[in-house]
């Protein structure tokens, strides 16, 4: 490998798996943001005027879409993958599920007239958050073998 080619793979390379997780994640993303507009809280601009909490976190998509961009052309591996990913379960869990949270589970559940709706929309946040945490730990795991971190060699 010459040294153009290793510099492009700093990083570490992913796995099917890894990809499999990141797709999962933004379609979860994507469901949850539908939601959003479906029980019509906590929405933000393109859909309102307002700009707030949901406008920023719809930075995540161009995030994804780079990263799979960089990590297909060998740009960018697995350290940028546990960057967003690490980055996007603690705005969820921050958001969502902390003493602080803007938008805490009952702000899913609640709007919606029937309850069964609510606790779905409830469920796909929680596979959100449990998909982009795995995301954040199978990343950090790729980009640490790719290192030769914690793999018992100096």
């Not at 153009?4 to 890894?18: C, M, Y």
């Not at 406008?55 to 960089?70: D, Q």
Request: no cysteine; glycine share 12%.
């Amino acid at each position: 490998m010459t040294g153009t080619e290793q510099s492009r793979r700093i990083g570490g390379s992913l796995t099917t798996q890894a990809y499999l997780l990141f797709g999962l994640a933004t379609v979860l993303g994507m469901a949850h943001h539908v939601d959003h507009v479906i029980r019509g809280n906590h929405v933000g601009w393109p859909v309102t005027a307002s700009v707030n909490p949901f406008t920023y976190s719809l930075a995540i998509y161009p995030l994804v879409a780079l990263g799979f961009v960089l990590a297909v052309t060998g740009w960018a591996g697995a350290r940028y993958w546990a960057g967003v990913m690490t980055f996007g379960v603690g705005m969820l869990v921050f958001f969502h599920l902390s003493p602080w949270a803007v938008e805490p589970p009952g702000d899913v559940i609640l709007p919606y007239a029937n309850p069964v709706f609510g606790y779905l929309a409830f469920a796909i946040l929680l596979a959100l958050i449990v998909v982009v945490a795995a995301g954040a730990g199978y990343s950090i795991l790729l980009w640490r073998r790719a290192t030769g971190s914690g793999s018992g060699t100096a």
